[in-house]
């Protein structure tokens, strides 16, 4: 009864390659997050989508492409991977206008991704 | 822009003790959101506490309880008996009201340390 999963956990790649990680909320959140943190562990928006539409798209490189098929889902593709993409990934997802909740955001376990 | 700080990069503190970590930002809204998170080595996001800028009573949560000062702009965490199972990284996040889907903005976070 997992709230926020992602997969994979652990993602071990090659420069240049393309790679993609899944996010699934199974809360009936209309809102749906990714965040990267850093090897210094700071942490900062990528996108978001609300019912599917975009909303975020922070200074993010267009090797970047997050899909969400559905409001449960929120996907991301990364195209030739760099050295620089080394982080973890973190997906959220929240409830708007829930004043009872707070909007408050529910994370995943998040991704870690490490490109050699 | 908001922003967070929070200028504690480390914290210890003897177990069944209390500690404070500190937590400041910056905005010229009046209606937001400030949470703390904790991320221990599982590196899981785990909500600890919640508070709304409207409300004036500051929030608790068994041993956590926050200080809210609106003029301030300031928003301390108070662990109170703390256990060994309190050590991570917590982080104080802003979340505006004003749009939909609104991003989390994190502080660098403080790490905390229990010992025995």
């Known amino acids: 009864d997992t709230a926020v999963s992602q997969t994979p956990k652990y993602l071990v790649t090659q420069m240049g390659n393309d790679k993609s990680i899944k996010c699934e909320q199974n809360l009936g959140h209309d809102t749906m997050y990714w965040y990267k943190q850093d090897s210094k562990k700071f942490l900062k928006i990528m996108f978001s989508y609300n019912n599917k539409e975009l909303i975020i798209n922070e200074t993010v490189p267009n090797r970047f492409s997050p899909k969400s098929p559905d409001k449960a889902h929120l996907n991301l593709h990364i195209n030739s991977l760099e050295l620089g993409d080394s982080a973890v990934y973190f997906c959220a997802s929240s409830q708007e206008l829930n004043r009872v909740e707070g909007e408050t955001q529910y994370f995943g376990p998040g991704t870690r991704l490490l490109v050699l | 822009a908001q922003t967070v700080t929070q200028s504690q990069p480390e914290m210890s503190v003897q177990e069944a003790e209390t500690v404070t970590l500190s937590c400041t930002y910056d905005t010229s809204e009046s209606d937001y959101y400030l949470f703390w998170y904790k991320q221990p080595p599982s590196r899981q996001m785990i909500l600890v506490i919640r508070?709304?800028?409207?409300?004036?009573q500051n929030a608790t949560e068994n041993r956590f309880s926050v200080n809210f000062q609106k003029a301030a702009k300031s928003f301390s965490l108070k662990i109170s008996d703390s256990q060994l199972g309190d050590a991570a990284m917590y982080f104080c996040?802003?979340?505006?009201?004003?749009?939909?889907?609104?991003?989390?903005?994190f502080g660098e976070g403080t790490q905390l340390t229990v010992n025995p």
């Open positions: 508070q709304e800028a409207y409300k004036q």
């Open positions: 996040a802003y979340r505006s009201r004003r749009t939909s889907g609104s991003r989390l903005t």
